[in-house]
């Protein structure tokens, strides 16, 4: 694949990469732009590497972020991984850099960037990122954390290979990735454990989970109920597929509300497509997965109105 090969010739002409991905990383966002850098620093020892953003929000046994001045960003380039649209990017810096980069698979509304390489089709960035290690092996390294990180990506954003993005592909990059010296079950095992406050969401969201009759849901968690709970925002990304996995559930927005007033918008469905409705309300994302945001609960209603739509409009 020539962008493939596009990239590599922008790294190797560089001495100083910055790689960046989205705020409130999950992680997708840390295996892929951490998993890049590792391959880089593997493949290129005499080369500044350093990935950049801010808290990891949990996921520090995954990887840490680096401190990056604003010097270092002269005359040198930037990758951004799996961040569809350029408000997103973790860290206001990323456009000091010499020339930009975008790795993603979400779909490409916001081409950014000097050069682009989006694939919608792939499970994940991580996986895009493998795949720019296979089609470049011949001079790149993979490094054993560099196949931890980005098992652990693909691993989150398949829902450990339960989602239609899933394939064949898929499969094959992450048995090749297990090839490598890590412990596949210790990082499952972190990736899915959860604290007893998130457990006791869990049962929250499943008592009071509302479904209409053409499996349109709907969960409110407002701040008050985080505060009881003692939870932030990035910790509710752990229950957010719950409701999948009831029979009657087709589509379903989770509500939750930020300490500013204003709620995010986590949005899933098991077919109608959704990404077109959380664009309309300040997001985007998969035709599948998306997010999006509410200001009041005036807006709150009016995206579970479109969902139910959606899903009505599904079933006939």
């Known amino acids: 694949m020539d962008v493939a090969k596009d990239i590599l010739t922008k790294i190797k002409a560089y001495q100083t990469i910055i790689i960046h991905r989205h705020q409130r990383p999950d992680p997708d966002a840390i295996g892929s732009q951490v998993g890049l850098a590792e391959?880089?620093?593997?493949s290129f020892p005499e080369k500044k590497i350093f990935q950049a953003g801010g808290s990891v929000e949990g996921l520090e046994f995954l990887a840490e972020m680096d401190e990056v001045s604003d010097e270092t960003y002269q005359n040198a380039l930037v990758i951004v991984t799996d961040t569809a649209n350029s408000p997103r990017i973790s860290g206001d810096d990323y456009n000091l850099g010499a020339e930009l980069i975008k790795i993603d698979h979400h779909p490409n509304d916001d081409p950014y960037g000097d050069i682009v390489w989006v694939n919608p089709k792939a499970s994940s960035c991580s996986e895009i990122i493998a795949d720019f290690y296979h089609l470049n092996q011949d001079e790149l390294i993979m490094s054993n954390n560099a196949a931890r990180l980005l098992y652990a990506g693909i691993i989150g954003d398949t829902g450990r290979f339960l989602y239609p993005s899933t394939?064949?592909?898929t499969l094959e990059v992450a048995a090749e990735l297990m090839t490598y010296d890590f412990n596949a079950a210790e990082l499952n095992r972190e990736l899915e454990q959860i604290p007893m406050s998130v457990a006791k969401l869990a049962g929250y969201v499943y008592q009071n989970i509302e479904v209409d009759a053409h499996g349109a849901a709907k969960?409110?968690?407002?701040?008050?109920?985080l505060n009881e709970y003692g939870i932030v925002d990035s910790e509710t990304a752990a229950?957010?597929?719950l409701p999948g996995v009831i029979d009657e559930v087709l589509a379903w927005g989770i509500f939750v509300e930020q300490p500013e007033g204003y709620y995010r918008v986590r949005l899933r469905s098991k077919g109608?497509?959704?990404n077109e409705l959380a664009k309309k309300h300040h997001g985007g994302g998969h035709p599948?997965?998306?997010g999006a945001n509410a200001k009041n609960q005036k807006e709150i209603n009016e995206i579970y109105s479109e969902i139910q739509q959606l899903c009505k409009e599904y079933k006939k």
């Open 39 to 42: 391959i880089l620093r593997a």
């Open 167 to 169: 394939t064949s592909h």
């Open 288 to 290: 599948l997965a998306s």
């Open 239 to 241: 229950i957010v597929s």
């Open 219 to 225: 969960i409110m968690l407002p701040q008050s109920l």
């Open 272 to 274: 109608p497509v959704i």
